[in-house]
């Protein structure tokens, strides 16, 4: 379920609790680290069944703004945030006995703030978006790394593909609404984007990247002379695009400094109908 919620107290107050849920999650994950020893029981055929992982099957690509992130984005001209706070967690995993395929299903509770301004630690919010939903997911080795499936499933389902190799990542998928608001807004969208890691290496602490993701949406405009959305039978194009570094030992927990451009529909509905590009910069911690 996808919500706008109006008032800077009531927004204030969801971030609070996903801040409290997010914090909660990352120190669990941070203590149980003997996942195979505490938590794998076998099942019939071979299989090893894993609860609660500490780690994720599939990351969240880390250009999109759909995804659950845990960190800060201000805009170079207004000096807006983009404030976004949210976890997955994955509950269950069925490991194969050999190189076979893995299955996993997560759960993921995440919103995205506008936040206009702020003194000391009051923030003046304008507009949220709340996510809540899960997913499941399918991954196996491949010659070249790796390849994986994610059917996903929070106010629209989302069927993404994935393939990986050590400082590479390319996905694509198509998503549908069962409900969407305005009703002017076309159910259908597709995205796509990449991962790269020019200067790969696993024993190192800083690995710079660059990351893009492409969103395809249609169904509403903006009308320049009447400045009211207007339904029409196009497609607009929304880009992302990170470049940066992550701080830490690789697949670990690490902080991400980053440079953030955005162009395109605005990555809050609220806003569905801008189309100003939104450059800024911004951190974030990875604790999946």
Known sequence: MNKCIRGSESAVRVLIVLAFLTASASLRASTDTTDADK?????????????????LTFHPPLASPFEPHFGIIR???????LADIGNAAEIIRLLPED??????????????????????????????????????????????????????????????????GGSWRVYGGVNY???????????LSGSAGFEYAPFFNAEGWIHPFIAYDFRLDGGAMLDEQTHT????????????????????????????????????THPLSEYMDVRTPYIGAGFDFEYF
Request: charged fraction near 15%.
């Open 39 to 55: 938590s794998t029981h076998a099942v019939p055929g071979g299989r090893s069944l894993l609860l609660f992982p500490s780690t």
């Open 75 to 81: 805009d170079f001209e207004d000096g807006s945030l």
């Open 99 to 164: 190189d076979g395929a893995t299955l996993a299903a997560a759960a993921e509770f995440f919103a995205r703030a506008y936040v206009t301004e702020w003194q000391g630690f009051h923030l003046q919010v304008d507009a949220i978006d709340g996510f809540f939903g899960g997913n499941i997911v399918w991954s196996k080795p491949a010659d070249f790394g790796n390849t994986a499936a994610r059917f996903r499933f929070i106010h629209h389902s989302a069927h993404l593909a994935a393939l990986s």
């Open 177 to 187: 609404a069962t409900r969407t608001r305005p009703a002017s807004l076309k159910p």
């Open 229 to 264: 959305v207007r339904g029409t039978d196009a497609y607009v194009g929304a880009h992302t695009i990170l470049a940066g570094a992550s701080i830490g030992a690789y697949g670990k927990r690490s902080l991400r400094i980053f440079l953030h451009y955005h162009a395109g």
